[in-house]
């Protein structure tokens, strides 16, 4: 991360032209129609309501001129592409529009009574006055829409103060006025700069950090994915894709615990594949690889109650804790994989039981308030399975899990 002190002077005029356009565009073309309709209403008697509309209408298509040059120059991005383009464009269209009204007055001091010239000379320096709020954004836009319309307006009544008793005073009160909107729009115009700048720095330490936060965000989720993937490969049987020994031991104490605590039922499955050494002599290791995702895909479809677990235990073993579940449901499960495997009829010609893959099932079911020991419910489930095994196979073998308490 790089932090920029300052904000550099290309940014800066970027923004400050954006700002001009995006604030200035309604309020320009709003208060220049207003004095337009009060100039038509004030002046159509005198050169004929037909010329006064046309003048008029002359004058609203230079407005919508520039206000459609600010909207391009917006939507387009122009102001950050071509910054000294825009620019120069906004100041030659306020100096256009300043010499309209110098010339409008100027045109009007010749042809009008003097009344009618002094409502117009203020409709004018209040336009300019009002205006000033562009100052503070782009001092030369400001500066440029004075100095053509009051400017001008001064000199000449200077240099016509014979003709109008109050043209001398006229004409120095607008020099003196002008050179107070300078002063003005001078100290305006710097503060605002600051501001800019201060704001500027704001915003940008406040991305930086927010980049900064979104990349600790970043790094704290990949350390996240990275111990999952650590634990993972901890506890999870890299064939499979079930549980490894670790994980199922892990999983049964904590059971055997929420169990206790809750007076719960909690029963425990564990099977063997029968004549599982015969398919791999026979067909090779990497058909009995298939068998067993197989075998671990039908587990996880008979086990589909929330908070069962599924693991394979070692070799062709697996074990499966049904938290919750008791005696007849311990069964219906083991009942279930039993069918699911044989509706899979996965052939195993090597077999002495079938002519297809079979289980052999230990069941231990611990009902409450009996004695649960992660040891003793280890041996429960494994001398079920193996008197599952010892009288003949391909069934299933329910024991109890431990003794009643007093």
Request: aromatic share 8%; proline share 3%.
């Amino acid at each position: 991360m790089i932090y920029r002190r300052h904000i550099p002077r290309e940014e800066l005029f970027s923004a400050q032209l954006e700002l001009l356009m995006q604030n200035g565009r309604l309020v320009m073309v709003v208060t220049h129609l207003v004095g337009v309709v009060a100039v038509v209403a004030m002046l159509w008697p005198y050169i004929g309501l037909n010329n006064a509309l046309l003048c008029a209408a002359g004058f609203l298509i230079l407005l919508l001129v520039r206000s459609l040059h600010m909207s391009n120059a917006l939507v387009g991005g122009r102001y950050r592409s071509a910054p000294r383009s825009v620019y120069w464009q906004l100041i030659l269209g306020a100096m256009a529009t300043g010499a309209l009204w110098a010339g409008i007055y100027i045109w009007a001091a010749q042809h009008v009574p003097v009344s009618l010239q002094h409502v117009l000379l203020l409709l004018i320096i209040a336009i300019a006055s009002f205006s000033i709020g562009f100052a503070v954004i782009i001092r030369e836009y400001f500066l440029a829409q004075i100095f053509t319309s009051l400017w001008p307006i001064a000199w000449w009544c200077i240099a016509h103060y014979w003709q109008q008793p109050h043209n001398l005073v006229i004409g120095l009160s607008l020099l003196a006025f002008c050179a107070v909107l300078m002063l003005v729009c001078n100290q305006n115009y710097a503060t605002f700069r600051n501001l800019i700048a201060m704001n500027w720095e704001r915003e940008h330490t406040a991305q930086e950090l927010g980049n900064l936060s979104g990349s600790l965000k970043n790094r704290n989720r990949e350390l996240s994915d990275a111990r999952q993937q650590l634990a993972n490969l901890a506890n999870v049987d890299e064939l499979t894709g079930l549980g490894n020994r670790r994980l199922i031991n892990r999983v049964l104490q904590q059971e055997i615990n929420r169990a206790r605590r809750g007076n719960t039922h909690l029963s425990v499955i564990m099977l063997d594949v029968d004549n599982f050494k015969s398919y791999n002599d026979t067909f090779g290791h990497p058909a009995g690889d298939v068998v067993l995702q197989r075998l671990g895909g039908l587990m996880r479809r008979a086990c589909n109650r929330a908070g069962e677990v599924v693991a394979r235990y070692g070799g062709e073993e697996f074990l499966l804790v049904l938290p919750g579940a008791d005696k007849e449901a311990a069964l219906h499960t083991a009942t279930r994989l039993a069918e699911l495997v044989r509706e899979e009829e996965i052939p195993h010609a090597a077999s002495d039981v079938a002519p297809y893959i079979t289980l052999s099932q230990g069941v231990v079911s611990i009902a409450p308030r009996q004695t649960m020991h992660l040891p003793d419910v280890l041996h429960s489930v494994d001398s079920a399975l193996y008197e599952a095994k010892r009288t003949g196979r391909n069934r299933w073998v329910v024991r109890e899990g431990g003794s009643e308490l007093p």
